[in-house]
């Protein structure tokens, strides 16, 4: 990792959300770069370089995602299937962001194989907290299983 | 003496006469012989040799046919005694001289009584006397024989008047024969009629034609067939003409063949007698011959069966009762079982109208139950082909007095028709054309009538009051199993609403959950960057952020009022009212009319639309909200328009309506989630997710259907049904 960009995808339709949480990262200097999808479908689109990403065989695959589960076209949870049953990028650690904390959530999640699941904290504070927490661990100490994408 | 004058019987009053005859001719020539001997010496003192050699051949002679007589051996006494006395006869003659002898005269004799003896061959007797008379001239003329004896007057007239006594008394007793043998026949022909008109059967004779025409009926046939005897021979043929129709043609037939055949002529067959009434004859007739073979006549004998055919009838009748009530109880195990096992109407009414029919052999067997509307008995199972087709026309009756099952249904009792072209009430079908009796068992459960059973045969009066009987208990199983299936059906439909207004409330806690949380996270998060902007006096940054927080306040807001507004659409209901659709049309359209001239979209509202019966304001908020969304939608189109119309009527009978528009489209895929909550397709475009949701449960709670046809980049048509108003009669 070193000397190497740090991608993170951020998948979320709250465009709120999305500032808040890349105004976050950037703070911290943790990523490289954050590459914001406000649905599912165009995530998709651009991880299997298709619709409007095709042929775009170099774009750097993300080191993590960081999905929400409510997403408008493609749901987060279909999003999460499609990743972890490609055999290309399963292997990328995929953390659910969200708001839910319904069980059921939590369950599908980790049925579906999502590395982590993360509610996200009400408080700024806690916000910032869980944002640095994320960042130092899949970005830090998390040892990525490819080079580059 | 008593012994010997009593003769045997011969066997027949013909032969016993002539016995009687020989007998008695035989004992007078014996005693006539004796008297001649002891006479002539004195009247005749020459001829008394003559006499004894006369005597001595006459009384053994006559002696010999006693003896045969007595043996039964007529015949022989006969041929014996005649030729006995021709012998006399021509001695008689030859010794007395010739021809001019007065015992000549005793031929005459020997004639009568050859006559007498031999009756179909007189010829020979006189011929052979004739040829004695004659042989006897001849050997006069020619002189072989002279006449030796001189008669003398008082002698040839005892001789005379001797054969005139002979000839009396021959004459007399064959004329005592005569008169008996008729007396004898009289009697015997009064007996045998009176035996033949007394016997318990009828005797006929028909003559050898063809068609066997009557020539005498004895008088029974008045007992038995109520008509008078002279009927039959009047009209020779009378007897064809009163056979029952069902049989006369078989009875001609088989009457032609023996008629060809000569052989014996038997049958079993029905007449009409007398006052219609019809009886069964049993007929057994037989050819009658001559002596020589000859065809006569045809005897025959009539004899009425018709109690023992009732009792065969009966029998019949009682097997084929005990056959059906078997097989009623067999169906009805088989019904209950089906009605027990078979929760589904859909496959139970069927069950039920096969194993009916098949079991009883029915034409046809057709189960209706009343709609919901209870107006009209819908069919829902019929048997055969006849029952498919009009299944498949959606055949229903008017519960009304005009149709058995109309008129049953109305009065909650079976209605028979055992011929039904005499019920007028019946609803005569093209497609069961060969009904002749119908009945119509309500179907009636928990005392309510919910449909009826129609049952029709190809025999007229098919029902009795026992099958009756055992159609309405098939047909109250029927129903209380029907209820049951529907108890059941509605109690599955229970469970499902229940079900899917429990996911529904699980969707409304999770979706209120994230969602309201979701403007909680930003209003803190850039509270917090406020706090940052104001230390760092980035004041840009803090406008920024407090737009932020501001929108995510007004968001929750409309979150919140539409959310209340979800959750009361099925708590209160205003009473529905029938109203114009167009007008409610109307009413939108004008609401929306900023909007819509903001974006320059043309609208179209097409045709008549119907009245429906609706909470006046639900259905504005839903064409409001499919407006505002089509709006919306309407992507980069150049050309506007959106397009609102009725479009016929569902197989409900409910109206049709739709609102369609040129804009973005929705891919398929997504069809299925747009209507569900907080489900957005587009994070770009404004909205909260809800107004779909609320659209669908608005329509639903009307019972009516939303559903929508549109493909990516070829706009959108949103249909949905809503009720009409009951028609007014």
């Known amino acids: 990792m070193v000397g190497e960009p740090i991608l993170v995808m951020l998948v979320e339709d709250n465009v709120d959300h999305a500032e808040l949480v890349i105004r976050t990262l950037e703070e911290h200097r943790i990523a490289n770069k954050v590459r914001h999808f406000l649905d599912g479908q165009s995530a998709l689109d651009y991880l299997f370089r298709r619709e409007e990403y095709a042929g775009q065989e170099n774009n750097p695959r993300p080191h993590v995602i960081l999905l929400d589960l409510r997403l408008p076209r493609v749901d987060g949870i279909d999003v999460l299937k499609a990743i972890k049953e490609s055999d290309e990028l399963k292997a990328i650690p995929v953390v659910i962001l969200t708001t839910s904390e319904a069980e059921k959530d939590v369950a599908r999640a980790y049925y579906n194989h999502a590395n982590s699941y993360l509610v996200k904290p009400v408080g700024f504070e806690e916000f910032k907290k869980l944002m640095d927490d994320l960042g130092f661990y899949w970005l830090g100490w998390n040892t990525h299983p490819h080079g580059k994408g | ?729």
């Not at chain 2, 008996?180 to 009064?190: D, F, M, T």
């Not at chain 2, 055992?418 to 002749?436: H, I, K, M, S």
């Open chain 2, 1 to 729: 003496m008593g012994r010997i004058l009593n003769l045997p019987d011969l066997g027949s009053e013909d032969l016993n006469i002539q016995a009687r005859l020989y007998y008695r001719l035989s004992a007078g020539l014996i005693v006539l012989s004796l008297i001649f001997v002891i006479l002539t010496p004195f009247l005749a003192p020459p001829l008394t040799q003559r006499a004894l050699i006369i005597a001595g051949v006459v009384v053994p002679a006559s002696l010999c046919v006693l003896w045969l007589v007595r043996r039964k051996k007529l015949r022989y006494a006969a041929v014996f005694f005649v030729s006995l006395l021709w012998l006399i006869v021509t001695l008689a003659s030859v010794t007395a001289g010739g021809i001019s002898a007065p015992v000549t005269l005793g031929y005459v004799i020997v004639i009568l009584i050859g006559v007498l003896t031999f009756k179909k061959r007189p010829y020979f007797i006189v011929g052979i006397c004739a040829l004695a008379v004659v042989l006897m001239a001849l050997a006069q003329m020619t002189g072989v024989v002279t006449q030796t004896v001189e008669y003398s007057p008082v002698a040839r007239a005892i001789i005379y008047v001797f054969f005139f006594v002979v000839a009396g008394l021959l004459q007399s007793i064959t004329a005592m024969n005569t008169q008996q043998l008729l007396v004898k026949s009289r009697e015997n022909e009064a007996r045998y009629r009176s035996l033949l008109e007394n016997i318990p059967a009828t005797i006929y004779i028909n003559s050898l034609q063809p068609e066997a025409p009557t020539t005498y009926v004895s008088p029974q046939v008045e007992k038995i067939l109520g008509y008078p005897r002279r009927a039959f021979t009047d009209d020779p043929l009378f007897w064809t003409k009163i056979l029952h129709p069902d049989d006369a043609a078989l009875v001609k037939q088989q009457s032609r063949r023996t008629s060809e055949s000569l052989e014996p002529f038997s049958m079993e067959y029905r007449v009409i007698a007398k006052e219609n009434r019809v009886v069964w004859l049993k007929d057994d007739a037989l050819l009658v011959y001559d002596e020589n073979g000859k065809p006569l006549y045809w005897l025959g004998v009539w004899t009425d069966i018709t109690s023992l055919k009732q009792v065969e009838d009966e029998q019949a009748d009682l097997v084929h009762g005990l056959t059906k009530r078997t097989i009623q109880l067999q169906t009805a195990a088989d019904v209950a079982r089906a009605a027990t096992s078979i929760l589904d109407i859909n496959d139970l009414l069927p069950s039920v109208v096969e194993l009916i029919r098949d079991h009883f052999e029915y034409y046809y067997v057709g189960m209706f139950l009343i709609d919901e509307a209870g107006e009209w008995a819908v069919l829902r199972a019929a048997s055969g082909e006849m029952g498919r087709q009009m299944l498949e026309m959606g055949h229903r009756l008017k519960l009304e007095d005009s149709s058995m099952v109309g008129w049953c249904i109305k009065h909650k009792q079976a209605r028979i028709a055992l011929d039904v072209g005499e019920d007028a009430v019946r609803f005569v079908n093209p497609l069961l054309p060969l009904t002749r009796s119908e009945i119509a068992l309500p179907l009636i459960a928990h005392g309510n009538v919910i449909g009826a059973m129609t049952i029709q045969s190809e025999k007229p009066a098919a029902f009795s009051r026992v099958d009756i009987t055992a159609l309405q208990a098939m047909a109250d199983l029927v129903a209380n199993a029907l209820e049951n299936a529907r108890l059941f059906t509605e109690r599955v439909g229970l469970n499902k609403e229940l079900e899917s207004q429990n996911e529904e409330l699980e969707r409304f806690t999770y979706t209120v959950s994230h969602d309201l949380r979701s403007p909680l996270v930003t209003i803190r998060g850039f509270l917090g960057y406020l706090r940052q902007d104001v230390s760092s006096g980035d004041m840009t940054r803090f406008d920024h952020d407090l737009n932020r927080i501001a929108s995510a306040v007004d968001k929750m807001q409309t979150l919140l009022n539409e959310l209340l507004e979800l959750s009361r659409i099925g708590r209160i209901a205003n009473p529905p009212e029938a109203i114009p659709f167009g007008e409610l049309v109307r009413e939108a359209v004008e609401l929306l009319s900023g909007p819509l001239e903001a974006g320059k979209i043309r609208m179209e509202i097409n045709g008549a639309f119907p009245m429906v019966l609706v909470d006046r304001l639900r259905v504005a908020e839903v064409l409001q909200n499919l407006i505002s969304n089509a709006i919306k939608f309407m992507g980069d189109q150049p050309n506007p328009v959106i397009e609102i119309g009725a479009a016929g009527t569902d197989a409900d009978g409910k109206p049709i309506l739709y609102i369609r528009d040129n804009g973005v489209g929705i891919d398929p895929k997504y069809h299925d989630r747009i209507f569900g909550l907080f489900n957005r397709l587009d994070p770009s475009i404004e909205g909260t997710g809800i107004g779909l949701t609320l659209v669908k449960r608005i329509v639903e709670i009307h019972g009516g259907r939303i559903w929508l046809d549109s493909e990516l980049g070829r706009g959108a048509t949103f249909y949905f049904t809503l009720p009409i108003p009951e028609p007014k009669i």
